[in-house]
Every structure is written in structure tokens, then in C-alpha cells.
Antibody
């Protein structure tokens, strides 16, 4: 089955760290750019970061630059997001998504994992 | 404040046609494709329209997209109760080197 499954979300204190994982299956993971998108409770979608097929290129939204690090392991069909120096504004559901090769856009999404930053 | 601007809400009765607008700038919509996503309550977003006006397989032809200069629109004809959802536009922004989203439009079927 073609799917993405996120994990790693939990309650963490302000200033803390967390590592999110996204496990891909059913497609050639190494052929796609991959993306993280987040959604704060009751709010809209916010693109967070993406990574090229071989990991050689990464982009981040300004609000997470220097705090979040995106990575991937094509041998494990997995993508990661390291979240450091977390603030309450980072509380959100984090989705991983596949960037479509020819169409563009995000054509496959995971179910999301909830990160709650609170003391 | 989202880079792309959408109306926060829209509504229509069953069978009606509704449109949702998305306004951007030369660095995003003006020079790149527009994508639309549908997010049903409690679920992950789903790609609805790609490359301005193309529908992925399985998306009914009641949904259509268009783009002109720095604006885009999503039209839904023959409105159905199951279309009640949040809709988001998105585009790559070449100045920011980011994907950007609109703030989302909550569609209510009256």
C-alpha cells in the first residue's frame, strides 16, 4: 500500500527537542522530494521544510531556520525532522507529504503526528 | 498572515456553484503553478487541483481551477454536502524559496 506514516509527536517542554519520523512504503521513496507541513490547532496549513531526493538540497520556512533540521535515509525509506529550541508556537500537527515528480504539489500525505509544546 | 490570500469562508446551497479566490504576487502565483487542497474535518489534506487546472484521477469534474496573472480560483459546481471542508491554495514562491499556502477557506453547504 502506498502510504506515509508519521511518528514521534508528544508533549514537550518549551526549549526542548524532538525528532519526528516519516516512514514511506509502496513507492520509490528515493525518487521524490519530501516535505513537512504543520497545522496549529484550529489554524491553516504552514509549509515547514523540504528535502531533495538525495538530501543535497534543503529548504526551510524562516520561522524554523536554525532550529529545525530535515533529513532522510533512502535506505530506510524514511524522512526525519529534528525540532530543537521548541516554543509554544510550534505546537501543531506535523504532516509529512510527498512532492509529485511530474505534477508538482503534494500528492500523498501522512495522517499527521501531534507535537504539543507546553510547560 | 499568509502569503497567499483567501476569503476565510464561503457558502452555498446544494446544486449551486461556488468559487474560492486566491491572491498572490509575481514571485509565487505569477510565476509558478497553483495547487488546491481539500481538508475534510479531522483528516489530512488531499490534492484537489494541480498545475492550475488539472485534476488527479478520482477527483470529480465538478471541481475546476483557473489562474490569471497573480490570482487563482477554485470553482465547485453542483455543490454537495460532502464538499463541506477547508480549501487551501498553494504555490512555490521563488523569492522565499518556500512553498506557501493561503490561509484556507471554510466552505459551508447550507
Amino acid at each position: 500500500e502506498v502510504q506515509l506514516v508519521e511518528s514521534g509527536g508528544r508533549l514537550v517542554q518549551p526549549g526542548g527537542s524532538l525528532r519526528l519520523s516519516c516512514a514511506a512504503s509502496g513507492f520509490t521513496f528515493s525518487s521524490h522530494w519530501m516535505t513537512w507541513v504543520r497545522q496549529a490547532p484550529g489554524k491553516g496549513l504552514e509549509w515547514v521544510a523540504n528535502i531533495k531526493q538525495d538530501g543535497s538540497e534543503k529548504n526551510y520556512v524562516d520561522s524554523v531556520k536554525g532550529r529545525f533540521t530535515i533529513s532522510r535515509d533512502n535506505a530506510k525509506n524514511s524522512m526525519y525532522l529534528q525540532l530543537d529550541s521548541l516554543g509554544t508556537e510550534d505546537t501543531a500537527v506535523y504532516y509529512c507529504a510527498r512532492e509529485a515528480r511530474l505534477r508538482g504539489g503534494f500528492d500523498l500525505w501522512g495522517q499527521g503526528t501531534l507535537v504539543t509544546v507546553s510547560s | 498572515q499568509s502569503v497567499l490570500t483567501q476569503p476565510p469562508s464561503a457558502s452555498g446551497t446544494p446544486g449551486q456553484r461556488v468559487t474560492i479566490s486566491c491572491s498572490g504576487s509575481s514571485s509565487n502565483i505569477g510565476s509558478n503553478y497553483v495547487y488546491w487542497y481539500q481538508q475534510l474535518p479531522g483528516t489530512a489534506p488531499k490534492l484537489l487541483i494541480y498545475k492550475n487546472n488539472q485534476r488527479p484521477s478520482g477527483v470529480p469534474d465538478r471541481f475546476s481551477g483557473s489562474k490569471s496573472d497573480t490570482s487563482a480560483s477554485l470553482a465547485i459546481s453542483g455543490l454537495r454536502s460532502e464538499d463541506e471542508a477547508n480549501y487551501y491554495c498553494s504555490a512555490w514562491d521563488g523569492s522565499l524559496n518556500n512553498w506557501v499556502f493561503g490561509g484556507g477557506t471554510k466552505l459551508t453547504v447550507l
